[in-house]
């Protein structure tokens, strides 16, 4: 019964440090020599009235973090 509730409470700090993280990258975006939502490979188009945005290469960089980030949980 305790490995279990020592491994729900290890989980939960590290999904907070995550956030942490993710907290700085938002606060310190402007200073990064990249803008998520903005890299090449995201795709926008300006029409007269309207803006079509399709961010496939943020998409694919979040994907790949995010399954690096849930692939590390499970290994513990």
Request: aromatic share 6%.
């Amino acid at each position: 019964m305790m490995a279990v509730g020592m491994s729900a409470g290890k989980t939960i700090v590290v999904l907070g440090l995550v956030l942490v993280g993710v907290g700085l990258l938002l606060m310190l975006g402007e200073r990064l020599p990249f803008r998520l939502g903005r890299l090449p490979g995201d795709i926008e188009i300006r029409g007269k009235n309207s803006v079509f945005y399709l961010p496939l290469a943020t998409c694919a960089l979040l994907s790949v973090v995010i399954s690096l980030v849930f692939w590390l949980l499970g290994r513990r």
